[in-house]
C-alpha cells in the first residue's frame, strides 16, 4: 500500500477511489447512476482525472436529483440488459432517499450495486478527514443495517484490502441467483488511501441455474400426459434473458397444450395473443385445470390462505428456491417442488413431449382465450358508446399506437390488470412493471430503459399517486437532460384507488364508505402535466375520449423530436 496521502500524476499508486470506478468498467457496468453528496468528493476527483486519460475507462455518469430516480434507472437499464449497473447515494440520509426502490429491486431480482459513503472517521489535514459539522450528524452506528434485509451482499470497504475484489464481489453477488441489490460502503480516507491493485483482475462466478434432472424432468412429462387441460402460472420468467425464457415457455405450452397465466407478471412471459395465454387471473384459470405449473412465481394466486384446486388436482413448483426464504411467511400449499431453473426445466419437458411424439388438445384453453377476448370486446364496445374516458378505454387507444419497437412500462396500479388485459404484447422484453410495492418507480425507469434501448420507443403508463411518489421534477429533469425522452401516460383518477376499494371491501357498510372514503381522494385535482414544465416537455391535459388519439400522437411526435411528453388523462371508473 502507498502512502496514503500520494498523488497519481505522478506515477505513484492510484487511490481506492480510482480502483473502483475502473473496476467497475472493467466488470461490465456502462452508467453510474449519481445523486452526489460530500462525501463522494474522492469519487468526483478520481473520475474527473481518469476522465482526462480515457473517457472509456469508467463507467458513464448520469446525474439524478433524486435517489429514488437513480435506482429506478439503474432498475430500468438492468431489465433492457440484464447486466448490473451502479447506483452511488451518500451516508444515511441519502440511502434512506432511495427509499421503497430498494423494496422493488429486491422483490424484483433486478441486479445493481449500490455505493454509498459513510462519515469521515479522521480529523486533522489527513485526505478526507471531517471538514464540516454535518459529518458528524451524518455519522451513525450501522448504516448497512438500513438496507441489510433487501440486499444479497453488504459490505465495507477499509484499506488495506483490495477495493478491485469488493467491487467484484459485490457484482458477483448481485447476479448470482437469486438476483438482486447489493451495498458496498466506504469513508473519504478509505477512498483517498492509495494501493497496489490491478482493475478487473478477478473472474467473476457465473453460477446460472440449471434444468432439473433427467428423473424429474420425466416425472413432469409423465404428469403433463396424464392431464387434460395443464396449466402454467407464471410472474418473472420473461424477465432474464426474455426471448430465450419467452419462447421455452411457448414450447412448452404448445408441447403440453397448456394454458398460461401471468399472475402479477413484472415482464412479457407469453405472447399475449397468442391462443394459450388465458389472461392474468390464476384462480379463474384453475377452475378448469386438472395439472398445475408454478413457474418462478412468488405470488402464485391470491389470497394465499386457500388451494384454489381440489386436493387431486397436483401443483408442481419449478423455481430456483422453492421454499422462498426471502419472505417470511410463504404458505403457498404445492404437491411437487423442483429446485432448478424453471425455464431450462419446461425446455427440457417439452424436448421430452415432442420427442414422443403425438398431438395435445388444446381446444380447452383455445376456448377460455377466445371467450376471454369477446368478453373484453364486449365490455369496450359499451364503454365507447357511452363515451366515457375509462382506463380501458385508455389502453385500448394506447394499443393502436403501439408498435414493435415499443417499450411499454406499466405502474398504474389499480388500472394494472385492465393494462394487461388491453394491452396486445408480443414481443420479449417489450413489457415491464415492478414486482414489489414501492411507488414512484415508472418515471425514473424509463431513463434507464431509453439509456438501454435508445432506438425503441418508451411509453410509461402510471397511475396519478404512483406518477406523484416518482418525483416527476427530477424525473423530467433526468429524461431531459440525458436524452431519454418516452411518453409519460398518467391514468388521472384523482384518488388514492387502492385505499378506497381497500376501505370498501373491508367496511362496504361503513361511515367511510358512506362518505366516500375522503382520505382516498385528490381534491382539488392534480395537474399532473404541469411538473415536466421544469424541462421543455411536450404535455396536455385529455379529458375526452375524442382528443385521445390526437394527444397520443402529438406526445409520440415530441419523443420522436427528442422531447420528453407528459400526457395528464382524467379517466372514469368504469
Known amino acids: 500500500m502507498g502512502d496514503p496521502g500520494a498523488d497519481d500524476t505522478d506515477g505513484t499508486a492510484p487511490t481506492a477511489a480510482e480502483v473502483m470506478l475502473r473496476s467497475l468498467r472493467e466488470y461490465g ?19 474527473a482525472r481518469l476522465r482526462e486519460e480515457d473517457p472509456d475507462a469508467i463507467p458513464a455518469f ?34 434512506q432517499n432511495l427509499g421503497a426502490m430498494v423494496h422493488n429491486v429486491h422483490r424484483g431480482d433486478v441486479p445493481v450495486l449500490i455505493f454509498a459513503g459513510l462519515a469521515p472517521i479522521t480529523h486533522g489535514d489527513e485526505p478526507g478527514a471531517r471538514s464540516s459539522g454535518i459529518q458528524y450528524i451524518q455519522d451513525v452506528y450501522d448504516q448497512e443495517g438500513i438496507v441489510e434485509q433487501y440486499c444479497r451482499w453488504t459490505g465495507e470497504y477499509r484499506p488495506p484490502a483490495d477495493p478491485d475484489e ?18 458496498l460502503a466506504a469513508t473519504r480516507e478509505a477512498l483517498e488511501t492509495t494501493v497496489d491493485s490491478t482493475p478487473g483482475s478477478r473472474s467473476l462466478t457465473d453460477a446460472r441455474p440449471i434444468a ?16 387434460t387441460a395443464p396449466l402454467v402460472v407464471t410472474s418473472k420468467l420473461g424477465a432474464n434473458r426474455p426471448d430465450q425464457s419467452v419462447d421455452r415457455l411457448r414450447r412448452f405450452a404448445e408441447a403440453a397444450g397448456a394454458g ?15 391462443a394459450l395465454h388465458v389472461g392474468f387471473d390464476p384462480k379463474a384459470a384453475m377452475e378448469r385445470a386438472d395439472l398445475v405449473v408454478l413457474a418462478d412465481a412468488d405470488v402464485p394466486w391470491e389470497p394465499p390462505s386457500e388451494r384454489p384446486v381440489d386436493a387431486d388436482v397436483p401443483i408442481v413448483h419449478l423455481d430456483i428456491d422453492p421454499e422462498k426464504p426471502q419472505y417470511p411467511l410463504w404458505d403457498f400449499e404445492t404437491d411437487l417442488a423442483v429446485r432448478a431453473d424453471p425455464g431450462a426445466t419446461l425446455a427440457a419437458v417439452a424436448d421430452r413431449l415432442e420427442s414422443e411424439g403425438g398431438e395435445p388438445d388444446r381446444e380447452p384453453w383455445q376456448s377460455e382465450h377466445d371467450a376471454r377476448l369477446r368478453g373484453r370486446a364486449d365490455s ?65 425507469a424509463a431513463t434507464g430503459v431509453k439509456l438501454a434501448a435508445p432506438e425503441q420507443t418508451v411509453i410509461t403508463l402510471v397511475g396519478d399517486g404512483s406518477y406523484v411518489f416518482g418525483n416527476p421534477t427530477a424525473s423530467a429533469w433526468m429524461a431531459a437532460a440525458h436524452d431519454a425522452p418516452s411518453l409519460t401516460v398518467v391514468y388521472n383518477n384523482s384518488r388514492w384507488n387502492a385505499v378506497r376499494t ?48 390526437s394527444a397520443l400522437r402529438a406526445g409520440l411526435d415530441a419523443v420522436e423530436r427528442g422531447d420528453p411528453a407528459v400526457l395528464d388523462v382524467r379517466v372514469e371508473q368504469a
Open 380 to 444: 369496450l364496445d359499451a364503454q365507447y358508446d357511452d363515451g366515457a374516458l375509462t382506463p380501458a378505454v385508455l389502453t385500448d387507444a394506447i394499443d393502436e399506437v403501439v408498435d414493435a419497437s415499443t417499450i411499454v412500462l406499466n405502474e398504474t396500479t389499480t388500472s394494472k390488470r385492465t393494462v394487461l388485459e388491453h394491452l396486445d404484447l408480443e414481443r420479449p422484453g417489450s413489457y415491464r412493471s415492478p414486482y414489489g410495492s414501492g411507488l414512484g418507480w415508472a418515471p425514473g
Open 62 to 95: 448520469v446525474t439524478c436529483p433524486h435517489e429514488s430516480g437513480a435506482l429506478s434507472a439503474a432498475d430500468g437499464y438492468a431489465a433492457v440488459t440484464g447486466r448490473p449497473q451502479a447506483v452511488f447515494v451518500h451516508v444515511d440520509v441519502g440511502t
Open 212 to 227: 432439473a434432472d433427467a428423473e424429474t424432468v420425466g416425472r413432469v412429462a409423465s404428469m403433463v400426459r396424464d392431464a
Open 29 to 47: 457496468v456502462e452508467y453510474v447512476f449519481g445523486n452526489f453528496g460530500t462525501d463522494h468528493t474522492p469519487l468526483l476527483e478520481a473520475a
Open 166 to 183: 469488493f467491487v467484484a464481489r459485490a457484482l458477483e453477488l448481485a447476479s448470482t441467483p437469486r438476483r438482486g441489490p447489493t451495498y
Open 502 to 549: 381497500s376501505t370498501l371491501d373491508q367496511h362496504p357498510d361503513g361511515s367511510a364508505a358512506a362518505a366516500s372514503v375522503p382520505e382516498s381522494r385528490f381534491d382539488p385535482i392534480l395537474d399532473l402535466s404541469h411538473a415536466a414544465h421544469v424541462v421543455d416537455a411536450h404535455t396536455s391535459v385529455v379529458e375526452s375520449v375524442e382528443d385521445l388519439e
Open 260 to 274: 398460461v397465466v401471468e399472475q402479477r407478471p413484472t415482464a412479457l412471459n407469453f405472447p399475449r395473443t397468442h
